[in-house]
């Protein structure tokens, strides 16, 4: 059906949300900040639902965004030995569930290829042919941290790879991204049957004796239990709501607050929502 010719017997039930949006204008925003009201008007009247709204304020933030903003962190790669065997890289493979691996060559700053988990299935089931990790690699797609995350994204389509290796300015490697963490700002998290049975406390990740890496989204639940805190349930489902009231406002990335002795320290956050947290707790005995 065209858009430029639609049924006139059909009414506005067949018109598209866009259209719709556009109809629900009374004057043309003049910035981002009027076009997000915009919007937000359009689905209090029902124009839209919230996941559509939710998706296109995600379409609009990942058009501003740059990857060293969504990386997974260098600290955090989980990545395989060059040298290393099938029974030595095997337990890496299985304990985290992924399909792609950085394969590095004494350092993450020596990033070999990419080995593809399903490339090992062949070997499975025909021990007979010699095995060697290096002849199965694919080759590793370098971008820079200053990437524009709507065009990684368009490369990733055009191109059909799914993680890239991420450089800074020295060409040394901060990170990686996958086309799935780009995903996920857009649509939301994406969870797979593996994501449901992980352990409760796959949000919180220590850094050392008094300094954890905390999801945002992580239940208050969780967050008590695991620091045997007593925040108030009632306040937040999330620590980071937590934190967002007690900042009263949305802080900014390195933006700090103590609450009950523990600082928070805001690590990654957008316009709309605080992502992850530095938590260091107060240095005493426990």
Known sequence: MSEDNPPSTSGSANKG???????????????????????????????????TRAMIEGVMEVSE????????????MRTIDIEQTVEQFLPILLDSAHSRFPVINEDKDHIEGILLAKDLLKYAFAPEIKFELKNILRPAVI??????????????????????????EYGGVSGLVTIEDILELIVGEIEDKHDVEEDENEGIRPLNKYTFSVKALTSLE???????????????????GIVL???????????????????????????????QLKVTLPETEA
């Open 245 to 275: 009231k007690a900042f009263g406002h949305m802080p900014e990335r390195d933006e700090k607050v103590t609450i009950n002795n523990i600082k928070f320290k805001v690590t990654n956050s957008d316009k709309r929502r605080l992502l």
């Open 143 to 168: 971008v820079p941290e200053s990437k524009r995350v709507d065009v990684l994204l368009k490369e990733f389509q055009q191109k059909r790879y799914h993680m890239a290796i991420v450089v800074d």
């Open 222 to 240: 969780d967050f008590n239990k695991f620091f045997e805190t007593k925040f108030d349930e009632e306040e937040a489902d999330t620590i980071g």
């Open 17 to 51: 949300w866009i259209e719709k949006i556009v109809q629900s204008f009374t004057g043309e925003p003049k910035n981002k900040e009027e076009l997000f009201e915009v919007i937000t008007d359009a689905e209090q009247r029902e124009v839209i639902n919230p996941q």
């Open 65 to 76: 965004m740059r990857v060293r903003e969504i990386m997974i962190p260098r600290a955090q």
